[in-house]
Nanobody, 123 residues
Framework: QVQLVESGGGLVQAGGSLRLSCAAS????????MGWFRQAPGKEREFVAA????????YYADSVKGRFTISRDNAKNTVYLQMNSLKPEDTAVYYC????????????????WGQGTQVTVSS
């Protein structure tokens, strides 16, 4: 069982930066691939980024590539999403997710989900 708690969301102007954190409970955090998803009002949830259990590989949606960076610290049971050059279209609730396979995460699925944190980018 893994419990996930996101933090770091907020209101930022276009062009600004935010860093989201996702703290995980459980001793097996390092065995899970982790991902970030987002859901804007009236839209479906979409994949944003994923990282393998070791941190050796990362994956990004085309819409955030070059602007967002996913990373993890297995000693702290935490995964991060550094978001730079934010745009109004990045406004959404951001969720972190845990799954044994990064391939499954990239397909949009995961066994464990956080409660979400709101990111609002003003123009």
């Amino acid at each position: 069982q893994v419990q996930l708690v996101e933090s770091g969301g907020g209101l930022v102007q276009a062009g600004g930066s935010l860093r989201l954190s996702c703290a995980a409970s459980g001793r097996t955090f390092s065995s899970y691939a982790m991902g970030w998803f987002r859901q804007a009002p009236g839209k479906e949830r979409e994949f944003v980024a994923a990282i393998t259990w070791s941190g050796g590989s990362t994956y990004y949606a085309d819409s955030v590539k070059g602007r967002f960076t996913i990373s993890r610290d297995n000693a702290k049971n935490t995964v991060y999403l550094q978001m730079n050059s934010l745009k109004p279209e990045d406004t959404a609730v951001y969720y972190c997710a845990a799954e044994h396979s990064s391939t499954v995460i990239r397909a949009g699925h995961a066994n464990y989900w956080g409660q979400g944190t709101q990111v609002t980018v003003s123009s």
